[in-house]
T-cell receptor
């Protein structure tokens, strides 16, 4: 079963709005990563946040991590049509060398 | 720096055949992992190779195998193909062991089994 579970499964917003996606996981982690995938293509790494970090920024992206709640969120500010993609969280777990991906959130940004 | 490359990009095979996919990691990366992506199962971990040794394996049958060469390039082989093997196969490389560092993905190989 998947460790990371993204919420919502799908999100449709207007260009310029903010998009927030959430990820929950079950076991202890070393890090959590967010990836973007355009239709049928490879995954593009967005941000890696380590278990001792609470927040990280990269351009229009803001990621938070709450290890007590075993959850993370990805905020995309001022979204653009080009942000339309699937977004995945992936956990790097302690006690084993694994990265487990969630099912992803499909984001659709309308121009 | 060149990214992760995968060849071929598209493959069409028939049931019972075998297939070999290739992945060239980013220069200096020692770990190569393989994933299978299907609409129904999402991204599923196949295996990780690090320093020419398989270090981790996902829950896939023995028909799925791989290897890594001394230059870190990796190949994945699927024997006796089944219809359910139709998927996007992604490889990813990282400097260190999977789960400890950022993974960089290739564009994938789209395999269709008829």
């Amino acid at each position: 079963s998947q460790q990371g579970e993204e919420d919502p499964q799908a999100l449709s917003i207007q260009e310029g709005e903010n998009a927030t996606m959430n990820c929950s996981y079950k076991t202890s982690i070393n890090n959590l990563q967010w990836y973007r995938q355009n239709s049928g293509r490879g995954l593009v790494h967005l941000i890696l946040i380590r278990s001792n970090e609470r927040e990280k920024h990269s351009g229009r992206l803001r990621v938070t991590l709450d290890t007590s709640k075993k959850s993370s969120s990805l905020l995309i500010t001022a979204s653009r049509a080009a942000d339309t993609a699937s977004y995945f969280c992936a956990t790097g777990n302690t006690g084993g060398f694994k990265t487990i991906f969630g099912a992803g959130t499909r984001l659709f940004v309308k121009a | 720096k060149a990214g992760v490359t995968q060849t071929p990009r598209y493959l069409i095979k028939t049931r019972g055949q075998q297939v070999t996919l290739s992945c060239s990691p980013i220069s200096g990366h020692r770990s190569v992992s393989w994933y299978q992506q299907t609409p129904g199962q999402g991204l599923q971990f196949l295996f990780e190779y690090f320093s020419e040794t398989q270090r981790n394996k996902g829950n896939f049958p023995g028909r799925f195998s791989g290897r890594q060469f001394s230059n870190s390039r990796s190949e994945m082989n699927v024997s006796t193909l089944e219809l359910g093997d139709s998927a996007l196969y992604l490889c990813a490389s990282s400097r260190d062991r999977v789960g400890t560092d950022t993974q960089y993905f290739g564009p994938g190989t789209r395999l269709t089994v008829l």
